[in-house]
């Protein structure tokens, strides 16, 4: 049995409130105290004084297409490549992520999907949770970013196709597809007997197309408001009527939702907090420029240009996912929304995990779950970031105390 941590003189976000209260880690995992104190009557064997930081869980990131100059979309990926790409979200509070590929090629896929395996976290860098696929079965008219002679759009989609396509989906956890494809009801279930889950985007749909996706077993939305008609007030909703439909059960949808200050406006963001605040899900869509400055990248097959904080199609002002890292996120959308730290922090942790179906080991400081865990500051800014029970990055000036009881 591994050493006993405790971890003193700080707040923990539990149970959807931040309380004083000291916190036990042993085996990878989270301890109740009761259990120590009056069955095992043991005293801890490491003390951490951790300074009135706070503990929240680690951050899951959704929606990633890479970062640091790697490129998940990119077929001559490398495990360096992914090493480096997941030891530098350490820092910035990520402790597991789904790979997102965009659109490509079929003999890509084939490549790509087999080299993102998934990984438990650890000191080489946060867990990769299987990869989350975004087209190619996507609209044309709202594709993006995506090239539009890589989009497919049969007449009548089978999951045949997806098999052509993607290759073998052993690492694959989420695909996004536009809804209104005829046929896609029938790919949507056969994909949830794979445990897959199933995310409408990039989309012309109906409202009413959303919803028979949903009935279908669709459960999250990519990145709201973006690569959507936009909401009118007299006309169809689309898919952003979701959050509020009268015909399909709103707790079962979460929305991805991009707070970097440039893919929504501060007001798009409080409509949709408050509409379903329990289905907002924070999402970087970071590309390989993040982190990197200004000047000319690639997003898979395409090329692309940082201006200032924004990533956009070189040559035009089209949006091409972000260059924002995860906790930048939560302080903007904070920051946007008014909502509280708790409210905010969950939009990065709780909510992945439920839309995943991993919220009983990650996403929370639950008693038994992964001590996968963050130590911030009042500005929620990262100061250590712990896999497992183990410190895998600390701030050069974390403020933290460890040592041992004799």
């Not at 597991?96 to 659109?103: G, R």
Request: hydrophobic share 40%; net charge negative; aromatic share 6%.
């Amino acid at each position: 049995m591994s050493k006993l941590h405790q971890f003193k003189n700080c707040m923990i976000l539990r149970d959807h409130q931040i309380i004083k209260e000291d916190f036990w880690v042993r085996d990878g995992k989270i301890q109740n105290p009761e259990k120590i104190f009056f069955e095992e009557r043991i005293h801890s064997d490491v003390q951490i004084d951790c300074r009135g930081l706070l503990i929240v869980p680690g951050y899951i990131d959704a929606q990633i297409n890479g970062g640091f100059s790697v490129d998940f979309s990119d077929p001559d990926i490398t495990e360096e490549d992914m090493n480096k790409m997941r030891y530098k979200l350490l820092s910035h509070g990520v402790t597991s992520f789904l790979p997102t590929v965009v659109t490509s090629p079929p003999e890509n896929y084939k490549k790509i999907l087999p080299k993102l395996k998934r990984l438990k976290g650890g000191r080489d860098g946060a867990a990769t949770l299987g990869c989350h696929l975004e087209g190619p079965f996507i609209s044309v008219e709202k594709r993006g970013a995506h090239l539009a002679h890589l989009i497919q759009m049969p007449p009548n989609l089978c999951f045949q196709n997806l098999c052509d396509t993607y290759g073998d989906l052993s690492n694959v956890s989420l695909i996004t597809m536009a809804p209104e494809l005829h046929g896609i009801s029938d790919v949507i279930r056969e994909l949830c007997k794979r445990s897959i889950i199933v995310s409408v985007g990039h989309s012309m749909a109906t409202l009413s197309q959303g919803e028979d996706a949903v009935r279908a077993g669709a459960t999250f939305i990519t990145h709201l408001f973006n690569a959507m008609p936009h909401f009118h007030h007299r006309d169809d909703p689309h898919l952003v009527g979701l959050l509020a439909s009268s015909n399909v059960p709103t707790d079962n949808v979460f929305y991805g939702i991009i707070a970097d200050g440039i893919h929504a406006h501060d007001a798009a963001l409080r409509i949709a907090y408050r509409v379903h605040p329990r289905g907002c899900v924070l999402v970087t869509d970071a590309m390989s420029a993040m982190g990197l400055g200004s000047g000319v990248h690639t997003l898979g097959e395409q090329t692309v240009e940082i201006k200032g904080k924004k990533a956009v199609i070189a040559g035009t002002d089209i949006l091409c996912g972000s260059i924002a890292n995860l906790d930048d996120c939560v302080r903007i959308f904070r920051h946007a929304t008014g909502c509280s730290v708790v409210e905010a922090i969950e939009c990065a942790t709780l909510h992945p995990a439920q839309l995943l179906h991993i919220e009983k080991s990650k996403g929370t400081l639950s008693y038994c779950a992964d001590a996968d865990f963050l130590l911030l500051d009042e500005e929620l800014n990262v100061q250590a970031t712990y896999i497992a029970g183990e410190c895998v990055w600390r701030k050069e000036d974390n403020p933290e105390d460890e040592r041992t009881v004799q």
